[in-house]
């Protein structure tokens, strides 16, 4: 397993990139196995708490980014082929989508919940339960369990981030974010419980609230990012905050080339590699093939994420690679 995992269509990984795809795989097996510990002592104890219920629901859907990524990784791996000539890359944008659009989804319908039962006036109540032949507030139980799981998501989350960073891949970004960002939503219940026991009622729906906003700007955030991408943006910074800067290097390299007057290139996210087409303006009229082979082989060079690279030899630049300002 631990072969087949060193290559990603027609890209052979680097071995610190082998490695951190086989510990990716790894790590998204034990959030699973995580999700299903906290689901299970979260469904037993819930009662009548709608905050409670909430977080139980944002527990499942949690694991929705994990299995596609689990599922695009078995998809990825295989070779390009006539049908599909530039690979099954697409396939980690495609399950960056489907996490996007659950989260949407049922962050919304949670959210509009919440709101209906701050209208409706809803009293929760959290009863008592038998324990050891003791009586005992369900509330302290809820409590306790939200205690009990909060740790484990952060530091999966921070394992992933740094990860996801070595192996540019957005939806395990994705789905680092949500892990991170995990324990205000455990919070977010506690209050929630706490406030019907001290008989502030509307405090339980409130925290129900937050906790659904919270799986709706998941859900916003990822469907735009993995929408950007799937409409060919420009390839970004694993955390889309700025152009991957990997594009000034392809650029600057092509126009330190002795026959190249000057050079552009643009770049798309295929999931975690790059497709890169490249506009040259030469020098002189005539340009041997070898140095256009010697051009491509050094832009493959530059980054193992680099892949599927074409050069056109062109009279000048095209729009809009023309119009944008060097950096």
Do not use: C
């Amino acid at each position: 397993m631990s072969r087949t995992l060193g290559r990603i269509g027609r890209t052979e990984l680097p071995p610190e990139q082998a490695h951190a795809l086989r510990k990716a795989k790894r790590v998204e097996w034990l959030s699973l196995g995580y999700a299903a510990i906290a689901i299970t002592l979260v469904g037993l104890v819930m009662g009548g708490s709608q905050a409670m219920r909430t977080a139980w629901i944002e527990d499942m859907l949690s694991t929705v980014p994990q299995f596609a990524f689990l599922i695009a990784l078995t998809v990825i791996r295989r070779p390009p082929d006539p049908k599909h000539p530039y690979g099954y890359h697409r396939a980690m944008g495609v399950g960056h989508l489907v996490a996007g659009v659950a989260l949407l989804a049922v962050g919304g319908t949670l959210a509009f919940d919440a709101v209906a039962g701050l209208i409706a006036v809803e009293h929760p109540s959290i009863g008592t339960v038998q324990l050891f032949g003791t009586t005992i507030w369900l509330g302290w139980l809820m409590v306790g369990t939200i205690v009990l799981i909060s740790a484990p998501p952060v530091i999966l989350g921070i394992v992933k981030m740094r990860l996801a960073k070595q192996l540019h891949s957005k939806l395990l970004y994705a789905d680092a974010d949500m892990m991170r960002a995990d324990w205000t939503t455990h919070i977010g219940s506690i209050v929630g419980v706490l406030g019907v026991g001290i008989g502030i009622w509307w405090l339980d729906s409130a925290a129900a609230l937050f906790i659904s906003v919270g799986i709706l700007w998941d859900g916003v955030k990822n469907t735009r990012a993995s929408v950007l991408d799937l409409m060919d943006m420009r390839a970004t910074t694993v955390d889309q905050s700025e152009r991957e800067p990997l594009i000034r290097r392809i650029d600057e390299t092509l126009q330190r080339l002795p026959w190249v007057a000057d050079a552009a290139s643009r770049v798309r996210d295929e999931g975690h590699v790059f497709h890169v087409e490249a506009y040259v303006v030469p020098k002189r009229s005539k340009v041997r093939v070898t140095d256009v082979d010697a051009a491509v082989e050094e832009v493959v060079a530059l980054d193992w994420r680099v892949q599927d690279v074409s050069v056109a030899v062109l009279s000048e630049l095209p729009t809009p690679e023309r119009e944008i300002p060097p950096r």
